[in-house]
């Protein structure tokens, strides 16, 4: 083949060397274009099926490419992608060939590769490789489209009947086996030479098809699961069942295609009869209902509903016809289509061909008599009219109805005007809801149509919708009876909402939901999709009612459905591909500074990319070059975009972006390490990577942000895990999983944070380090404390103050006291905690004297903590004065370090002691900042405690109700984090406001629950509290004798352990309730 302009004269098309040459089109190119590229150049369609089918029969093996018309490319421009692949494979061709003469032969098979060139390409598929009597075809490549798998299985279902309309050459029929299967691969390498020369695929998906295609009997198409899935409803399946398939780990599910399903609409088609829950569209609703009633009262109206693919048009309607469905009126639907731009009035024709119900194998007569009857529904004369609708269904009506002698274009004209007679006269009976959705796509003709509609809708009951992407201009805007509707994106909180409605009221995990919302941008498409990709994932199980990760949060796969249309947006994108792959290497947000640094190419061709990806709406820009800051529009299309490089070419661009940001973006890499520490881990330089998250989870435990803090910590220890073991490496796991415990106990991942520390343990223990043993045991004896083993707590604690001593370090000596002081406080042993907790402070005090420098977290935690405790101690034994000094100097060093966490244990101890007291208003003081704070601030595991005390202050001052709402959430947020320090103490409050709000059964069952809780965890003071309530709930009531002696009972008990701890308030408490009962029983 000569030049391009010579193969284009060769055709008859000369006209197009220019566009060619224009869209740089050259000889290289000719096996890469699809239909979709040829009409994107402005090709006219029947000038594309020549050049399609001419594209077909070059060379030896059709559409191979010649070294001679290309030179190989380098191996790095394949790229990973989600492709749909057809195998198709002549039944019978071994039989036939032994009855025909080998020039028969070949005529047959020349043929059938004719055939299949020609409706792949014209289906937007890609013929990869002739092998003898089958045909490998792509759909995805080399420019994907958003309906990829339903472009590949109309196209097999067009092969099997065309196929079998070829001339055997004999008496048989020719047919076709064909396998489609759904899967990602990686495409693009050049394998061969001469005339062998090809593109490879790599992955399991083209063999499965070509396994697939054996499953298939003669004349069938047959499809996996995946491809099912992308396809949906828009065709008839006969389920096979399981199949084992050689080189398949597992069977697989295998359908077979009947044909195109009757389901009148797209969007139905795809998501069935179960739909997306519809949120925060009330007002939107609304509008669309005044609407409708202005038409009810006989003005006409036209809604124009425009917004991005997935934002909810399609959604928006079917809420409004499940809201009209109980009105009377006759609804029309019209659809266009993508393959149908250039069929003239296509979704008129498809509307009357569902309403008069046509089947494919009904006779002509039986066609245009069920056309007549539902045109007699509106028009009164069928001589003109039938004639005319007939002609655009193909019905022949020559011996029923005399041939109308009209020109081309009067014909178009009548033809629209009955088009439009048949939509008046429906309105003239009955009012009209029509829906013309995706106008984006509509033909000329159907526009044509549409215009003239609306020039009538003003004086006629119709409410006429028109749902189109923002791409497309109206010619309608501005009219009196026309409204815009543009439709925004959800916000968080609404995306939030639709999360929990799609997991039907199981909560997930606060860091997944965010992740969702973080990717989804407010495209409800989006959150529904990406919702149940992790939903069907492996990252989640169930408990107790809500989901709970199974360890890390792994990225956020693409989901398969959304996969074509995202690679769609950046296939359309040309040269700027490649700039949108850095970009989206560097991350969501990226600086012309950085990628100008990165990219390594002439800045005129980096400007011009970066406007095409602009122009495109696939980033934002602000500012201007060299200054300019860009940001991807969907965080999924960065993930496609990145999703398809190779890893080898991923990982070059991470080392080169990691080098940039080291050596000339100082500000980045020394304020958000964790930038540079991602850019290292993906680089495949694990130990610096390590390192930085470390100092980034740091950096970010130190504002609060403990979830974030979490995860950077889970990255640092994936990272180490990475590296070969060695005792600095094991001692910076160590330190990591330390650091990791002061933000997982905050978050109240109790049972998490113990294995965590568990293997810090081991870890310490087998390395022989004593002191960073010693630090771990500390933290171990306050985790275990809060699950409820106080025992183990307190021989954590112990061992871990032993070896503080041995080790004369004064900082791990503190730490362990102070933990004992907390495990010694929850077994009621208050004189041993006040013990520990002094020891502590005049540890830090001993330091300081001595300008020891003690660690700043250990000075920050012993303050405030350690008077905190002696806070609570003095309490329960009923030394308030003391108690209140203690207080008051927690209170003013919580305020002057301004941190959330003394703040908030200083208003839980201070507000405990008040309520002690009895001195309920001044505990509310206390108590209601902190508990303000521990929402804000992300201290979930403080919520039980503080929640129910600010309860018990509030019941006493007539707030019953307030109270007994925070007492249902402390209940169970303490149920969520397993949290069992503290909780009998709770539940005693719990059952005290229900006592004051009458709910006495309820108070007795809390009351003995406490009970039952506090024995197993042997938290003794909480116990005796316990018992003294359930003496309260027994005497008040029926004063029976027997109820009486109960009650006693119940305060003995009490009083006894109160005595045996020094507990004088609650000793008096009893001593009173006691005193009750004899003046009760003498009267």
Known sequence: MGSIAEWLASLGLSEYVQVFAENGIDRSVLPDLTDQDLKDVGVLLGHRRKMLRAIAELGDSAIAISPSAAAPVPGDDAD????????????????????????????VIGAYYRDCADIVTTAGGFIAKYLGDGVLAYFGYPRAQEDDAERAVRAG????????????????SLRVRIGIATGVVVVGDLIGEGAALERSVVGETPNLAARL???????????????????????????????TVKGMGEAVRVWQVLGPSRVESRFEALHGTTLAPIVGRDEEIELLLRRWQRVKNGEGQVVLLSGEPGIGKSRLTTALEERLQFEPHRRLRYFCSRRHEDSAFYPFIAQLERAAALRRDDTAEQRLDKLEAVLALAIDNLGEAAPLVAALLSIPTERRYPILNLTPQKHKEKTLSTIIAQIVGLAMRQPLLILFEDAHWADPSSLEALDQLVDRIATLPVLLIVTFRPEFISPWIGRAEVTLLTLNRLQPRQQAEMIGRITVGKALPKEV????????????????????????????????????????????????????????????????????????????RFSYELISAVASMPRERLNDALDHLVSAELVFQHGAPPDAEYTFKHALVQDAAYSSLLRDRRQQLHARIATELENHFFDVAEQQPEILAEHCAQAGLAEKAARLWLRAGHNTAKRAAHREASALFEKALNAYAALPSSAETVGEIIDTRWELNHSLYPLGELTRDRANLESAKHLAEGLGDEVRLSRVLSRLAFTLGSLGDLVGAVEAGERALTLAERRSDPDAKAWAAMMLARSRYGRGDYERAMGHARQALDLLQEGLDHGLGPHEDYVKF??????????????????????????????????????????????????????????????VEALEPALAMCKSAEFPIYVPRIASCLGAAYAPLGRTDEALVLLEEAVRQAAASHLTFGQSLVLSIFGQVCQ?????????????????????????????????????????????AARTEQARNHYRVALMIAQDLGMRPLQAQCLNGLSRLHKDGRK
């Open 157 to 172: 279902l067009t092969l099997v009947r065309s196929i079998g309309k070829l001339d055997s050459g004999t008496d048989e």
């Open 996 to 1040: 004051l709000a009458g709910r006495q059964d309820e108070a007795l069952t809390h009351a003995q629950d406490a009970i039952d809780l506090a024995r197993a965890s042997g938290e003794r003071g909480n116990e005796a509290w316990a018992w003294c309530l359930l003496g309260d709930l027994v005497s008040d009531g029926n004063a029976t």
């Open 213 to 243: 295609q054996t499953l298939a009997e003669p004349g069938t198409v047959v499809i996996s699961t995946s491809t099912q899935r992308l396809t949906g409803g828009l065709f008839d399946y006969r389920d096979m069942g399981l199949a």
């Open 513 to 588: 939901t965010d992740r969702i919302i973080e990717h989804t941008d407010g495209i409800p498409l989006f959150v529904e999709e990406l919702t149940k990709t992790v939903l069907e994932s492996s990252v989640l199980r169930k408990q107790n009612g809500c989901y709970v990760l199974d360890g890390p949060l792994p990225p956020l796969a693409i989901p398969m459905t959304l996969h074509a249309s995202l690679m769609a947006r950046l296939d359309r994108l040309a040269t700027a591909r490649d700039v949108a792959q850095i970009a989206a290497v560097i991350g969501r």
């Open 862 to 923: 012993t303050r405030v903590n350690g008077r905190i405790w002696l806070v609570l101690c003095l309490a329960e034994l009923g030394r308030f004065e003391e108690a209140a000094v203690f207080g008051q100097e927690a209170t003013r060093m919580a305020r002057e370090m301004n941190e959330p966490e003394e703040l908030i244990f200083a208003g839980h101890g201070v507000g405990r002691m008040h309520l002690i007291q009895r001195n309920p208003g001044v505990a």
């Open 80 to 107: 990973r992608r989600q492709l749909t692949v057809m195998f198709c494979d002549l039944a019978g061709s071994t039989a036939l060939s032994t009855r025909l003469d080998p020039e028969d032969m070949r005529q």
